[in-house]
């Protein structure tokens, strides 16, 4: 189903226009579509039905706290990579029970409010850092429970910058050094060792990675089991992409399917046991939950034909939405209400002071000054990275539901962006 279509010649977001959501609400705008969240959502949850799985999705690809809210009551954990998200959480009503922590630098901090609050697991990366854990769960008179995630040297097979499961990333413990990690870890007093993890890279089109890195947990859990140390959870990290709308460039099966096979291929692991072996199965999905609920909605400035290249200048930018400057991303652009008339060749660019501003190359599009711009598949990944480059307040932010339209982050101010500054004498 398209959460965003057309209806009487104009762009909707479920039943409600992105002309209303612009005159009411401004631009740029992200527009999110509820129904999108949480089929997105169950999606996973069905897969995982009648198993003992959790779906812990990865905030850092949208946090707003009312998408918390909404997945937290379809029973979603998370997986935070920082303290802050923790508190996200937190005020999003999610249970700290069901949140996982990843992420390299962790700090002292973080560690003492994470154990505070109870989380479920630490996805540790390094010696140092399980060193680190075990010293401030030992203050507070408490076992952290501990994740490795490993690298295992799989090629995920997509942009540099988004993968994360090669020797040559920092992410994880050298598959090589995971069993000696182990031991170290299972020696610490206020550690206990609870699980593996591993994540190879986001926007993965194909299940062989996937499957590939899972064939590598599951022999190293067997050699783990030989000495002594024993699993309750395998967690197989996030990663599964989107379509964009490239050509050729989509999910070879649906979500369902992936899962179905990680699930099969635990199963036949289990089954080939002696008893069969009960694991707990933990996924860290993002993208794939919001990317496709959400647009950047943006109006058009001005034209500015010109003999090598023209350019349609809108009021969105870079620093709105990062992903085509950082990685050359290609997002989809549909006028809101498309018109008639001759369509020419634009570069799509905000009013940021850099030539790499911009959010998308070469259409062919019939546009005029005035006209809005849905920038699709923007709810991941958008608004999480903004900034305030060139003080500009970020994006508002909305959900749809069927009709009704919730502002669910109000536009920020100049003078909010600058509150925190101080001058000196
Ligand atoms: N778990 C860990 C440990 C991660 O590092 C990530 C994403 C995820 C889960 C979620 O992966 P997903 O299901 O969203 O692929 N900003 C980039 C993507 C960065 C992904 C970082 N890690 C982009 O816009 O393409």
Redesign the pocket.
Known sequence: MSYFSHQDGVLHAENVSLSAIAEQFGTPTYVYSKAALLDNFAAYQDACQGRDALVCY?M??NSNLAVLDLLARQGAGF?I?SGGELLRVIAAGGDPGKTIF??VGKTVDEMQLALEKGILCF?VESIPELHRLNEVAGKLGMRAPVSL?VNPNVDAKT?P??A?GLKANK?GVAFDEALDTYRTAASLPHLDVVGIDC?I????LDDAPLLEALDKLIELIDTLDAEGIHLHHLDI?????VDYGVAGDKPSVPVGDYLGRLFARIDAWGAAKQGGRPIKVIF?????IVANAGVLLTKTEFLKPGAEKNFCIVDAAMNDLM?PT??Q?WMGVQPVTPRDGEKLVWDIVGPVCESGDWLARERELAVEQGDLLAIMTAG??GMT?ASNYNTRGRAAEVIVDGEVTHLVRRRETPAEVFALETMIK
């Not at 990290?237 to 992409?241: F, R, S």
């Not at 860290?284 to 794939?288: A, L, V, W, Y």
């Open positions: 990865a850092k690809a997986d990579v990843s992420g996805n995630r942009h910058y988004i994360t992410f994540h890279g986001s926007q993965l990290g996030g990663g599964i992409g860290e999905p993002g993208r794939s992903r950082l990685y991303a991941a990944y990275m």
